[in-house]
């Protein structure tokens, strides 16, 4: 049974958009959201997180919407550059730090 | 770079055979995660050591086992290979668990290729 879903296993976007990432999520206990980066060869990186008590975060030209009634959450990077191409992991927990589970990921490909 | 050390960086094994993974923690984090990543089944979620006691179970076989040593390091232990065990294998640390009010994250190795044959 997954608890993190991201249902896209890929996505195309043109350089300068706008890309968005979902992620769904089933157990209403988690409290803590994080996005992943991972480019081939190397081990995730950490992107942005956000907790159950904010809706939004924003780090640059990455922001993290949290909408808990849905249990969504999603990733926009704005405005996409090539650099951008990387698997993106959706991940969650029921505390900062404790056990993470996350989804299987969503393979952006920034278009020239 | 993460920090994270993880040797080796690729091993190739037979069925029926063990192998042990090593993991170097950032200096200063405690906290010691171990995962999983198969083509099928994303990221995986094994076992996590905080200062040497392990601290939370995810799905890890009965076949694999890990530890945390003094000095931080961690092994995981895979016994008794089978094909299917073929995958990713990252090493995470943090500094503590669940501290209010940080901004705590995993910071992920390079990880082990593992390719039984």
């Known amino acids: 049974d997954q608890q993190v879903k991201q249902n896209s296993p890929s996505l195309s976007v043109q350089e300068g958009r706008i890309s968005i990432l979902n992620c769904d999520y089933t157990?209403?206990?988690?409290?803590?959201f994080l996005w992943y980066k991972k480019y081939p060869a190397e081990g995730p990186t950490f992107l942005i997180s956000i907790s159950s008590i904010k809706d939004k975060n924003e780090d640059g030209r990455f922001t993290v919407f949290l909408n808990k009634s849905a249990k969504h959450l999603s990733l926009h990077i704005v405005p996409s550059q090539p650099g951008d191409s990387a698997v993106y992991f959706c991940?969650?927990?029921?505390?900062?730090?404790?056990?993470?589970?996350f989804g299987k990921g969503t393979r952006l490909h920034i278009l020239p | 770079d993460s920090g994270v050390t993880q040797t080796p960086k690729h091993l190739i094994t037979a069925t029926g055979q063990r192998v042990t993974l090593r993991c170097s923690p950032r200096s200063g984090d405690l906290s010691v995660y171990w995962y999983q990543q198969s083509l099928d089944q994303g990221l995986q979620f094994l076992i996590q050591?905080?200062?040497?006691?392990?601290?939370a179970k995810g799905n890890i076989l009965e076949r694999f086992s890990a530890q945390q040593f003094p000095d931080l390091h961690s092994e995981l232990n895979l016994s008794s290979l089978e094909l299917g065990d073929s995958a990713l294998y990252f090493c995470?640390?943090?500094?503590?668990?669940?501290?209010?009010?940080?901004?705590?994250?995993?910071?992920f190795g390079p990880g082990t290729r593992l390719l039984v044959l």
């Open positions: 991940a969650a927990s029921r505390r900062r730090d404790d056990k993470i589970i």
């Open positions: 995470a640390s943090s500094a503590s668990p669940g501290l209010a009010g940080t901004q705590e994250t995993q910071y």
């Open positions: 050591y905080y200062n040497g006691e392990e601290r």
């Open positions: 157990n209403s206990m988690f409290d803590y």
